[in-house]
């Protein structure tokens, strides 16, 4: 960066935005292997803050990659630089007041560490979806492990490069075992219990 680029603050900021909306900007996010359910339990956990009035906005990994990240691959440095784009754009929607929501592999843990220390210690919220590699294959939803157990896709998270595990995530969900139901109960919980969300919320319907 030049050093002639000079930080220009502004007479709206992060808590005038967020005060408009009634909220705790955060980024909430998930972790995890392909197939662990980060979007589908993002996705439902969206559809309920929505539904109960917040201002969220979701970034996935796949979407991210038809277009601001469609430069980069798999390799362990394209990974880093996914990562690194993905937390300051998660950094700037917590910035204009959203609560932000993430679904990314993001495999490595000094990755992670770059985007939580871009963000206040209390707007960062990460979440381990911790479903079993076995459970994952099974599910398999795009067919990307079959592809990756035949050769045809390399580094692939899990089979030929690695995921490390989080030692303090926030939350830990039990991907493999509990209902996505009650993995967005256990995170509304946990948002309600850190003042996040407003007095007054209610668990969804675990059929929901
Ligand atoms: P990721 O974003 O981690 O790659 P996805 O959410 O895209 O994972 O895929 C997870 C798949 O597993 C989806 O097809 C989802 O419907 C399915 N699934 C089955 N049971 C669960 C569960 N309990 N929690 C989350 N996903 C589940």
Redesign the pocket.
């Known amino acids: 960066m030049s050093s002639n680029v000079v930080w220009h603050s502004h007479p709206v900021d992060q808590q005038t935005r967020a005060a408009q909306k009634s909220q705790e900007p955060l980024v909430i996010w ?1 972790t ?12 439902a956990l969206e559809q309920i803050l929505t539904r109960q009035g917040y201002h969220t906005y979701l970034l ?3 979407n991210v990659r038809h277009g601001l990240c469609k430069d980069l691959g798999f390799s362990d440095d394209d990974r880093k630089e996914n990562i690194r784009r993905v937390g300051e754009v998660a950094k700037l929607a917590a910035d204009a007041g959203l609560i932000v929501l993430t ?1 990314f ?1 993001s495999p490595f843990r000094s990755d992670r560490r770059i985007v939580r220390d871009m963000l206040p210690q209390s707007q960062f919220v990460e979440v381990f ?1 911790d ?1 079993s590699l076995k459970v ?1 294959q099974q ?1 398999d ?2 067919g990307l492990y079959e592809k990756a157990g035949r050769g045809e896709i390399k580094q692939f998270t899990g089979i030929d490069s690695p995921y490390e595990t989080p030692e303090a995530a926030e939350v830990r969900l039990e ?6 139901a ?2 967005v109960n256990q995170l509304l919980e946990y948002l309600h219990n850190s003042n996040v969300l407003k007095a007054g919320y209610e668990p969804i319907s675990i059929n929901a």
């Open positions: 998930f995890g292997l392909s197939a662990s359910g980060k979007s589908t339990i993002a996705g996935d990994g796949d679904a592999i979806v479903t994952c599910r939803p795009k991907g493999g075992t509990q209902s996505v009650e993995s």
